[in-house]
């Protein structure tokens, strides 16, 4: 008889170690039952304390928000409807409880005591308590806690992080529902669209086909581009500078520098320049007077000279070993 109490031991032992299993069990199928008819399943200071309790087969994700306007929690009442949604999707792709997990909700009103027994300050706060026992179980029972430092996060964001701690396990998607007001917004404004579209094609097709308006806009890029304005964005070049002596510089020295003004400043003399080119070669000889056309050659031509002449006179400017230049800016 000696062997009976070496057996009763082991099986008060056995009989303890399945009690706990079974009342783990047990506390995971009541949170699970709640889940699906109403998930993340709010929780106060004791129904925490149980959930969370050890020893734990399954893992507990629970967010500690502050709802009441009273405490200003502005990123609580942002991420409240995301910790919904993604609970919501979760349960709902898990009807079975395979992903072994529960989603809570603690709400400071509701758990004053758990949040000082935490010593938390601030909301919102996401812990995922990992199971202590069982296949999953983690080597610390210590609560996983949700980085909030960049701001509110969308569901799929923490999706992702509790996928991450929860392996060999299903992890259902996010599905957000159908926002069936952006769909019709978009529909009629896609209708809409085509219809203005439709109509006033007929009036469209005529200037996207002009030859002059494409002139116009060529002649505009290649203006706007070769003066520097792409230059002036990405160097972040002044408008103006001072000269030292209580003026204003317009133009900066050397190739490798210019000013926002010097830069419009060109553009302005291409302009001009490529009008009178233009003209010369285009409208001049259309005309039919030709003591208006003489003079309209002359008018063209000196300002065609003028204005090549100051360009010329700034690139010597720009760059003082330049060896050339022109009338009347030497």
Known sequence: MRWLPSFLSVSLLAAGSLAARKSSEERFKTYHAKSLSSTPVKLGDSTYRELTSTPRDYTVA???????????????????????????????????????????????????DIFMSLGLQTAPVLFLYPPTVGPHAAASPDPIRYDFTSGAQQAEQVHSWVARHLPDRPHPPVKRPINWVKWISTFVILSGGLTASYVAWPYI???????????????????????????????????????????????????????????????AM?????????????????????????????????????????????????NAGYPFALPPFM
Request: proline fraction near 4%; hydrophobic fraction near 45%.
């Open 205 to 267: 097709l005529p200037i996207i086909q002009s030859r002059t308006v494409w002139a116009a806009v060529t002649l505009i890029s290649i203006l706007l581009f070769t003066s520097g304005h792409m230059f002036n964005h990405i160097r972040n070049v002044p408008y103006v500078a001072g000269d030292g002596k209580g003026g204003i510089r317009y133009f900066a020295n050397g190739f490798q520098n210019q000013y926002g003004l010097e830069t419009q400043i060109v553009a």
């Open 270 to 318: 291409y302009g001009i320049l490529a009008l009178s080119g233009i003209s010369l070669a285009i409208k001049v000889p259309r005309i039919s007077d030709p003591k208006a056309q003489g003079v309209a050659v002359f008018v063209w031509a000196a300002i065609l000279f003028v204005m090549y002449s100051f360009l010329i006179s700034i690139f010597r400017g720009k």
């Open 62 to 112: 629970v967010l500690l928000t502050a709802m009441d306007p009273r405490f200003g929690c502005q990123m609580c009442r942002d991420f409240g409807p995301e910790w919904d949604l993604l609970s919501r999707s979760w349960v709902n792709g898990d009807k079975a409880g395979e992903s072994r997990i529960v989603f809570g909700t603690l709400d400071f009103a509701d758990g004053r």
